[in-house]
């Protein structure tokens, strides 16, 4: 890893050796750009969850595919694809809301099974995974699960400034030279509009190349979900996808996906796209492609504008999520991400987060203190994305709904552990913020006014408490004061 300074034109080697970028599958190949607070990594790893980054704005969360923006599994290592406790799912992308929880009582293990005499658990539910602009050329398709061989100067880059993913290669459809198309994605789910998320794919090629362009919206994330509806819409270049946590009535999300193309009258016909497009069979995915012309030598822009509104935070989640996604079509790519940017330079100042710099502006050499000095920046971003600001809730007519989750352990781009809330969220993430953030962290301590009620409701059934443990576990994680 590589520390650069843009505009003191000082490029500070990292000792890869000396740092620990836990997760990082290689830091050799990835470069932190201080000026610009950016991860950039030019090395492709598919089917590592290691590899893959979440994007969130503390209501949507998103967890995208190490080669763009799509819907991956994770491919075994030594047969091993599988989350740990409690619900041992398959690893793969996952996409959901704030307080999108099931009824559970069957699914995955638990440290108190006398509990379920009571009704059970209650695990994050997935929505269907919304972010994918699937692109089929010369036979071939790109998506996740792409070869590498077909890829060639790889770049991702996490702009945590801006709050903005973005992807950039060229791709050899079928592996022929002949036919080489540059690819970017980039992609952002809005900090201050939570129900929206803006996806752009731009594309060029010397040749003259026909290609179909698939705006997806895959049903395989929607884990411990159920179907309610979908549509590709006739009236305007729009699908959705509905679906409620798994043994709920009252609860429903909807996702809704408008496309759009900078040179739309040279788009063919759209059509409602086949189920073999996607991984794998699911009710709830939906599709629309449209058939078009790169013309040698110029660039094309397509754009998906995303709406996502559930019941928990919104009274009518349809009405909010088509809003969101019309909205976002109307005002298109630029304005959105200049709303949302300057929203995250507004939370992410330079003043609040740490610096390590020596007052000339160099950077110790001690590695340890570079890599302070990233995580610095790095650790509230990743934070501060899972939390709605304030200026968020006041854009949403002051919907107090949107402040009551707390944060699942591993935000909102993870069902691991079971998108459970635990105590790290007040000892681990919120002292983190209490200086620099105070108003971004009020969802934490609101949870647990929110849920005062139940608490004291259980305390009636906790006649053994929680001490009443047998021994049987279902779970595999054995903790030192339970076994
Ligand atoms: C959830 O639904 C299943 C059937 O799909 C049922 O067997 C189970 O008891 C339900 N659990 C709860 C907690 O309602
Ligand atoms: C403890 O929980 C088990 C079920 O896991 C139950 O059978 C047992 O009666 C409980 N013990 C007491 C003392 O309540
Ligand atoms: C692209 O499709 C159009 C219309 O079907 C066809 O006329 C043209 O020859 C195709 N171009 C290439 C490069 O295949
Ligand atoms: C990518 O597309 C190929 C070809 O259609 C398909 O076999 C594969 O399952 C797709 N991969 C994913 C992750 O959707
Ligand atoms: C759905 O019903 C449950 C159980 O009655 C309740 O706790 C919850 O607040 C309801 N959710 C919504 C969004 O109405
Ligand atoms: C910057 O300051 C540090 C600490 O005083 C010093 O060791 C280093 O040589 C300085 N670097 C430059 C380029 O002036």
């Given amino acids: 890893m590589r520390i650069r300074h843009v505009f003191l034109s000082a490029l500070i080697p990292l000792a890869a050796s000396g740092l620990s970028m836990r997760g990082a599958a290689n830091v050799d190949n990835i470069e932190w750009n201080d000026d610009r607070w950016e991860l950039v990594t030019t090395q492709l790893d598919q089917g590592h969850y290691q590899s893959r980054m979440s994007l969130s704005n503390g209501y949507l969360g998103i967890n995208l595919a190490a080669l763009g923006p799509f819907f991956e599994r994770d491919a075994p290592i030594m047969g091993d694809n599988w989350n740990g406790w409690p619900l041992f799912n398959t ?142 819409e006739e009236a305007s270049p729009t699908i959705w996808s509905a679906v409620r946590p798994k043994n709920t009535t009252n609860v429903t999300a909807y996702v809704v996906s408008t496309l759009q193309c900078d040179q739309y009258r040279e788009l063919g016909a759209r059509s409602e796209v086949d189920e073999d497009v996607f991984g794998s069979t699911q009710t709830s995915s939906v599709g629309q492609s449209v058939d078009m012309e790169l013309l040698g030598g110029r660039r094309v822009e397509i754009t998906k504008y995303v709406g996502v509104a559930s019941s928990d935070a919104f009274d009518n989640p349809r009405r909010t999520a088509f809003a969101a996604s019309l909205a976002g079509a109307n005002a298109g790519f630029f304005a959105l991400r200049h709303s949302h940017v300057e929203e995250w330079e507004s939370i992410m100042t330079q003043d609040s987060v740490d610096r390590y710099n020596y007052p000339n502006g160099t950077l110790p ?17 990743m934070i501060l994305q899972n939390t709605v600001g304030p200026n968020a809730i006041a854009a949403a007519g002051y919907n107090p709904r949107l402040n009551i989750n707390s944060i699942p352990v591993c935000g909102l781009g993870s069902d691991c552990y079971g998108g459970l809330i635990f105590w790290d969220a007040e000892t681990w993430m919120a002292l983190g913020l209490q200086l620099s953030h105070p108003q971004h962290i009020v969802n934490i301590v609101n949870y647990r006014v929110e849920m005062y009620p139940q608490a004291k409701e259980n305390i009636k059934s906790a006649y053994t408490s929680s001490k009443n443990h047998t021994g049987r576990f279902t779970g595999g994680a054995v903790y030192p004061w339970t076994s």
């Avoid at 009582?105 to 997935?126: A, T, V």
């Avoid at 952002?188 to 698939?214: C, D, E, G, M, P």
């Avoid at 050499?365 to 971003?381: G, K, W």
């Fill in 365 to 381: 050499a001690d590695p340890r203190i570079q890599e302070l000095h990233v995580t610095s920046v790095t650790n509230p971003f």
């Fill in 91 to 232: 690893r793969q992308t996952f996409a959901t809301i704030a307080g999108f929880y099931d009824a559970d009582d069957r699914e995955g293990g638990s440290n108190f099974p006398w509990l379920g005499q009571y009704g059970g658990d209650s695990f994050l539910s997935g929505i269907p995974h919304w972010a994918g602009l699937i692109v089929k050329a010369n036979g071939a398709m790109l998506n996740a699960s792409t070869s590498a061989k077909e890829i060639s100067r790889f770049s991702s880059r996490l702009d945590m400034k801006g709050g903005i993913l973005q992807w950039a290669f060229d791709w050899m459809p079928g592996n022929d030279h002949g036919n080489v198309i540059n690819v970017e994605y980039e992609m952002f789910v809005h900090k201050l509009y939570v129900n929206q998320a803006a996806v752009q794919l731009r594309l060029k090629s010397h040749r003259h190349i026909n290609l179909t362009v698939y705006d997806v919206i895959d049903g395989t994330s929607a884990v411990r979900a159920d179907f309610v509806g979908k549509n590709y």
